[in-house]
């Protein structure tokens, strides 16, 4: 059988003239893909140096930077589990990571090489290694005493683990869902002939790259393309309408388009090279897509996807992208929308929406139940989002049966905050909801009820929660009123906060 490595096919797409670029930053750095092949190479060996073994995991919550990719692909090749952490996490949110995952190595940056050795400890983590943004740390050190191998490979099956990425859930604890090498490889090859990827192609990067929009969608398509990649620290307004003219694809969550619409200078004269605007990680609103097409001409592809099976909507590359919706499902993809029940709905009627297909994960790591809960008995996930089918199969977003807030492209599982909430002196309850916000989408907003005669207030409930959770979280606005409303069963009717508390920011 052929190995199934997803690096192995990474690998055969590299270009004949391996001097070719492969990652450049704004500030002159470049990597060029014959160094992306040695760097890869030698990381990988000195990961085995360091005793992993296929399979391990390797935990990553490290800044942007060329050598975190080099760190993601060499963990590839050497056949061990890739799981990255958001930056954003705080201390008690990484305690809970690493124990989860019991990785044989923790990389982080160098500023939290020292406290995280005593969380890493407590969960024998083998090696705790930093890595900088200056081509800096500890790992760089130990790749630097590692004599040069043979470019091993380590073969992989379609169903070994590649990467284990954290997602939230309604319960309030992470899963981290398990992608193999086939479930990457599959998404990858697809989404690279559908959206049709040329030679020249230059993909403009400016997402972080622990999720699977960054990571994966955007880092593959290019790899399997052999192109130049703009990588830049993060998004950045004046940086990304600098180098759009020297750039062809762009992939962002919306809250990039709305922030580009939001500049002067951002017009059909910049967009003129450009070939391609993906959307996705959240809803682009039909707003945006129509502004966004009288002022550049260009009508941005949606598509949907999650942490749980990468990519599995698109709207057409060549026919008609429709504002609102999310278009068909991925080739090799099968989607139907149905009841609580798993019986399909008519056409056209909203339900909960299911998928199955090569992309669709293996399951949540050391948590069969909560694997078992999720797919049907006939293989479908239940994604959890709420959709309609078109009578020619095309699928709108149209709402979510999870409690879930999207900011910015980043999720939010409200039980989380509340649960954090309710554990503060003098709160008696919490309601965590999402509310319409121009720049994010929606924005975090929390109500609390106090206990008689405490006196919490926005500041402190801000502060405590700041020290627990990572910002994109942390509510944007805390009110405080004396009772939450509920229906007849008791369960908060979260339906009329939003509409009592719908004007708190701005959106227009
Ligand atoms: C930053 N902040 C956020 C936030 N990002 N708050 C809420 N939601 C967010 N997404 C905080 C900052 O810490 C700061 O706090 C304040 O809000 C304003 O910061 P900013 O400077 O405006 O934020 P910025 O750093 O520019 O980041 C915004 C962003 C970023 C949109 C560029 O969040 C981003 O890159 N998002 C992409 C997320 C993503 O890749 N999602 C893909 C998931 S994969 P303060 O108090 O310090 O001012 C997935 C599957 C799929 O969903 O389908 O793709
Ligand atoms: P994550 O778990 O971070 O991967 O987020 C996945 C979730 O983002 C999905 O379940 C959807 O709720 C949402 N999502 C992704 N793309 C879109 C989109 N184009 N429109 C609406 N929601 C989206």
Redesign the pocket.
Known sequence: MPDANLFTLIQSRFPEDLAKVFLKSPDGKTLCYGQLDRDTARLADTLRRLGVCPGDRVVVQVDKSTEAVVLYLACLRSGAVYVPLNT?YTATELDYFIGDAHPHILVCRPDTLEPLRDVAARHNVAHVLSLGTAADGTLIDAMAETSDGEGTITPRDDDDIAAILYTSGTTGRSKGAMLSHGNLSSNALTLHRLWGFVPDDVLLH???I?????LF?ALHCALLNASTVWFLP???VSQVMALIPESTVMM??P??YV?LLDSDGFNAGLCRDMRLFVA???PLLSETFSEFESRTGHRILE?????EA???TSNPYDGERLAGTVGFPLPETSARVCDADGSEVERGEPGTLEITGPNVFKGYWQNPEKTQAEFRGDGYFITGDVATMAVDGRIAIVGRAKDLI???????YPKEIELEIDAMDGVAESAVIGLAHR??GE??TAIVVRQTNANVDEAGVKKTLGERLA????P?RVFFVDALPRNTMGKVQKNALREEYAGTYDIV
């Open positions: 954003a400016a997402l972080p622990y999720h699977v929009h960054g969608v993060r998004f950045e962002g969550v809250t990039f922030r996705g990680s959240a598509r949907y996807g999650m942490t990468g990519m599995i999207i900011s910015g492209g980043f999720n939010v720049d994010f924005a975090v910002k994109f979280k942390q944007k």
